[in-house]
């Protein structure tokens, strides 16, 4: 009896422990599942993580435009020293010349108006100077003036037409002849008023004109309307290629003082005025009349049936065609910085200057 009642007791504790350890399990598994909640908590954060590089990146994309920022500040560097730019890039001649000057050691030059912008030029690309500094720099004179100034010593070289008899018979008797270099070439040229019907004269009628056998428009298919012939001041380059071209040792007329002009401005001036519309007959530089001091109101003549232009001009089909000078004293040093420089005006890089200048080149 004793003996059941111990197996029974025993068997109540068996029972008893079983229904114990039920009842702990679902506490140990509990202990994995914040280990389940961590991956997926962990996995929101790089979902986080995503998000931030995309909130970034509009930042970053902001940063690459301000980054060439600073390249408009930089552009300036380059064009900084304004003196060296202008011949490198506006002046092909330049960069490759061998010759080169300081003002210092530049010739003394000077010259006729209409050479100046040529000699301005010249200044620009052996120099190297601005067109500012060129202008400042160059000073011209007229025809005449200048070739005193060589005959004296005021100058070293001079950019003119070929000289007048008074000139040269001046230059012998101060011991001095003239070596002259053809650089460039331009046309003589003959101008009327817009409102003239002519647009043409022959040599043979210009000089009919200026000797006063024709004295009036009707006479060469214009209008009944008497010449007025304006002429130059005496050894002015434009009266000296008159007198040399045209009228080749025939006598201009004797000018009344009214017709007789001082500057080549003011005779394209008189031929320009309306109250000379119909009457005025003048001549001029291609160059100067066709570049430098511009008045619509006149028109170039055909001469012998041939417009003046840079073609024809350049080929010598117009008649009243000619050579620009570069002109020295002759007893200038065989490597004297004038010499030297004439050289290089006969060269293609020295024509290109001429030819910035406004002249045709020698061909």
């Known amino acids: 009896m004793k003996k059941t009642i111990s197996f029974l007791l025993a068997a109540a504790m068996i029972l008893s422990l079983a229904a114990c350890g039920p009842a702990n399990d679902p506490v140990e598994t509990v202990a994995p599942a914040p280990a389940a909640t961590t991956p997926a908590e962990s996995t929101k954060a790089p979902a986080e993580t ?42 092909p001649y330049h960069p490759t010349t061998s010759l080169t000057f300081t ?6 030059v000077d010259g006729a108006t209409a050479m100046y912008p040529m000699s301005v030029e010249i ?6 100077l601005s067109e500012e500094e060129a202008e400042d720099f160059i000073k011209h004179h007229t025809t005449s003036k200048a070739y005193y100034n060589l005959i004296d010593g005021t100058c070293d070289l001079i950019f003119v037409s070929e000289p007048s008899d008074d000139i ?35 040599l043979d009628e210009i000089v009919k004109i200026y000797t006063g056998q024709i004295t009036n428009w009707k006479e060469v298919g214009g209008e009944d309307v008497p010449i007025i012939a304006y002429q130059r ?14 009228m080749k040792g025939m006598p201009l007329m004797e000018a ?34 066709k570049d430098q001091y511009v008045k619509d109101s006149i028109k170039f003549l055909a001469i012998d049936g041939v417009y003046p232009t840079d073609d024809s001009i350049a080929d010598g089909s117009y008649p009243l065609s000619k050579i620009v000078y570069a002109i020295f004293r002759s007893d ?10 004439v050289e290089w005006l006969r060269t293609p890089e020295g024509q290109l200057a001429v030819e910035a200048g406004g002249y045709v080149g020698m061909k």
């Not at 003002?103 to 003394?108: F, G, L």
């Not at 200044?123 to 190297?128: D, E, F, L, Q, R």
């Not at 200038?332 to 420089?341: C, F, N, T």
């Open 256 to 289: 009344p003082a009214e017709y007789l002009i001082s500057s080549m401005d003011g005779l394209i001036d008189r031929v320009a005025a309306f109250e000379n519309s119909r009457a005025a007959l003048g001549y001029s530089i291609y160059l100067y009349a």
């Open 123 to 128: 200044a620009k690309a052996v120099i190297g």
């Open 103 to 108: 003002k210092e050691t530049y010739p003394k």
């Open 332 to 341: 200038e040093p065989a490597d004297s910085p004038v010499r030297q420089l």
């Open 168 to 202: 040269l018979n001046r230059a012998k008797e101060a011991g001095v002849t003239f070596d002259m270099v053809g650089i460039g070439r331009d046309g003589f040229v003959f101008v009327v008023n817009q409102d003239n019907p002519v647009d043409s004269l022959t």
């Open 233 to 246: 001041e005496q050894n002015s380059g434009s009266q000296n290629l008159m007198e040399k071209m045209v």
């Open 50 to 91: 995503t998000a931030a590089p995309a909130e970034t990146t509009p930042p970053e994309t902001t940063a690459e435009p301000t980054t060439p920022a600073p390249t408009p500040a930089e552009t300036p560097v380059p064009t900084a020293p304004p003196e060296t730019v202008p011949p490198e890039t506006d002046y």
